[in-house]
């Protein structure tokens, strides 16, 4: 049997995953997971299990990235309070590219060297495990989300 590699992007989250002891395990979908409803969808878990990773431009210079549930909407006011911003806007796709490393629909909340603040919504808290994006539209993570959490260094807030 021929063992193919994962991508680059997805090879690197399973080494950070590796490397901090995480509880958690990447899979591979035969669709394309690129929006919650998608990765639910491939996955079997409701919609709020999913996590949406939303990289956001807060006062036109600072990254920050906020982890909310599948079936939920962010509100960028929130986001801006609860980091002491005065105003929030979700990146545009280069920015979202150029910030995480990854494309639109695969962003891995871990290791992001220019994302100067993660936050997570409470909410994701209610479930023993949900689903994050591993690094490409058909790679996918479970995790706890308190592992999620600690493994982001997240801030718990309310945010949608």
Do not use: N
């Not at 210079?61 to 929030?88: E, F, S």
């Not at 962003?107 to 992001?112: I, N, T």
């Amino acid at each position: 049997m021929v063992v193919r590699p994962w991508p680059e992007p997805v090879e690197s989250v399973a080494a950070f995953l590796r490397a901090a002891g995480a509880e958690a395990r990447i899979e591979q979908m035969r669709a394309v997971t690129a929006t919650a409803q998608e990765a639910a969808d491939a996955v079997g878990c409701t919609l709020g299990q999913i996590v949406k990773s939303l990289v956001l431009v807060c006062d036109g210079t600072t990254a920050a990235v906020a982890l909310v549930p599948g079936d939920r909407r962010a509100d960028t006011r929130k986001i801006a309070r609860a980091l002491g911003a005065g105003h929030a806007r979700v990146a545009r796709p280069d920015e979202v590219l150029a910030v995480t490393g990854y494309e639109p629909g695969a962003v891995a909340p871990f290791s992001l060297a220019r994302v100067q603040h993660v936050l997570l919504d409470r909410s994701l808290l209610r479930h023993r495990t949900v689903w994050c994006g591993a690094g490409s539209t058909r790679h996918l993570a479970a995790v706890m989300p308190t592992e999620l959490q600690r493994l982001t260094r997240a801030t718990v807030a309310e945010l949608t």
